[in-house]
Structure formats: C-alpha cells, structure tokens
C-alpha cells in the first residue's frame, strides 16, 4: 500500500468525518475466530495487567498468509448486480430476509475471486435471531454481531430498535455490518483467521494484541467496502446513500480500541471501495498510525 496515498486517503476521512461528533451508535461487534481456534481467543486479555509486565520476546516473522496472500492479486469483485433488498427492518422476519437477500448477494460476488486465489469457497451459514445478543459456540459477551466458526450471527432487536429511531441510517449500518461480517468469513476461508490468531497470541502485551485484533476488523471493513465498489452502479451506491453510509460510520464506537476509529473505519471502507477487490485490504503491513 502506497504510505503517502493512505496518509492523504485518512486525511480525507477526517476532514469528511469531523462535521459530526460520532455518537453512541450499533458498533458493538466483537472479533471472533475461526471455528478451531474461537474458544481459544476468548482467553486472550483484554485488558492492560495491573501486575509488572513481562520482558519482551521478540516475535516471529509475519505469516505469508497475511502479508502476501493470494487474495491481494485474485482481482475485482465480480459484480452481481444486486438491488439493496427493499425490506424495512420492522419484524424479525424482514430483518432475516434483508440479511439473507444480502448474503447471497456477497456468494456472487466472492466466489470468483476466492476460487482464483486457489481457495476452495463456501457459503457462510447465517443466524439471525431474536434479542440483542445471539448464542454461538464462541461468543460470551453482549455483542450483537460477530462471526464465529462458518457463521454470521445477528441479533435482530439491535437493528428494529435503530430502525425505529432513524431508518436510512439503519438500513445502511445494516449493510456496512453484513459485508463486514462476510469479510472475516472471507478472512477464514483464505486462511487469514486462523494465521492472524496464531499472530496475535506473540504479541507483547494487550495493546499490542489490540493492534493486531484492530488489523484484522480494518481489513473487514475494507472487504466490506470492495463490495459496494463493485456493485455500486445496481445496489444503488448513490449520492443519497452515500450521506446515509457516512452518518452511519459517523455514529460509530469503539470503546474497547480493537476495531479501529472513525478515521480509520472509513480509510479502508473507502480503499475497499476505490479498488472494488481485496488488492488494497493488506492492513498487516500498514503503518500503525492507519490501524489506530
């Protein structure tokens, strides 16, 4: 990734970004793992020790699988020339049919690309329950949207409640948050959860481990974004959609610090974007002022 074209992308995010106060919005979704290692991650901290840290071990080398993955050079996303599904979020079932409308949009679209990077490609399984935090064989917390093992669970109240308060900018949080949610299922099938995982267990200390943990989310948002790239011209990807995307990344929170700012969130939304495919998503190798 070009330095000074990213510094001056973030630069843009700002200045795009700053009219507006981010405010408590629906960005509580945590990271997860890939299926053989989910239960794992769960025991990593979370939290600085109060307790003296111990001496620093130097790490080894970055995985390929991360910094040179065949998914760099797979190309653009094949556009499927899907239409936004036109279901309001008002009853759990429209909920599920936007999602799973949605989703199979995504299989259209990744399929291809996967398949040339020499990986073999699955669907994801989708879980869009009732309530604000969804049951899976990893996930512990109130989080309302993760990914975990194949699948990508949703809870539905999350997106009824916004959904009654302002409905544009709920429709397009979400977007933002299924095709990020099919990033790390994206992230999983190349091999990157898993190489990622290993990674993030030799980094020294928790703000360490959160750098890496806001990596993997960054690149989630960018896959995100390649898709709206690609099918920008039937989704529809308009003007007015555009104002809704931005006050959505706006109202975005990261309490924790382990998914990545405003700023940034949009940096490699818009990356994603410009290049409609995962060539510019190689957030391992970023500098740490574009994962902050």
């Not at 843009?12 to 990271?31: E, H, I, N, Q």
């Not at 901290?45 to 130097?58: E, L, N, Y």
């Not at 499927?80 to 799973?100: G, H």
């Amino acid at each position: 990734m070009n330095t000074r074209r990213a510094a001056a992308l973030c630069a843009a995010a700002v200045v795009l970004l700053s009219a507006c106060t981010p405010t408590d919005g629906p960005f509580t979704a945590r990271k997860s793992a890939a299926s053989a290692t989910a239960k794992v991650r769960s025991l990593v901290p979370t939290k600085v020790p109060t307790t003296a840290p111990t001496a620093r071990v130097s790490r080894p080398p970055q995985p390929a699988a991360l910094t040179r993955n065949p998914i760099y050079r797979a190309g653009k996303l094949t556009a499927p020339r899907c239409v936004e599904p036109a279901m309001p979020a008002t009853s759990l079932r429209k909920v599920q049919t936007y999602y799973a409308e949605f989703v199979a949009c995504l299989n259209k679209a990744w399929a291809p690309v996967i398949r040339k990077a020499g990986f073999t490609f699955t669907p994801p399984k989708l879980a869009v329950v009732p309530g604000k935090s969804p049951t899976s064989p990893c996930h512990g917390d109130d989080a309302w949207a993760f990914y975990c093992g194949d699948t990508i669970y949703l809870g539905a109240q999350e997106n009824l409640d916004d959904y009654k308060r302002r409905p544009g900018v709920a429709l397009a949080w979400m977007a933002l948050t299924i095709t990020h949610e099919y990033g790390h299922h994206v992230q999983a099938l190349t091999g990157m959860r898993l190489a990622e995982y290993e990674w993030e267990t030799t980094a020294n200390g928790a703000d360490a481990q959160r750098e890496e943990s806001r990596r993997v989310e960054l690149q989630a948002h960018c896959f995100g974004g390649a898709y709206f790239g690609a099918d920008q011209e039937s989704f529809p990807v308009d003007s007015e959609w555009l104002d809704l995307r931005n006050k959505a990344i706006r109202n975005s929170r990261d309490p924790d610090h382990d998914h990545g700012d405003v700023a940034n969130f949009a940096l490699w939304h818009f990356n994603g974007f410009e290049a409609a495919g995962p060539s510019a998503c190689d957030t391992y190798t970023a500098d740490p002022t574009l994962v902050g």
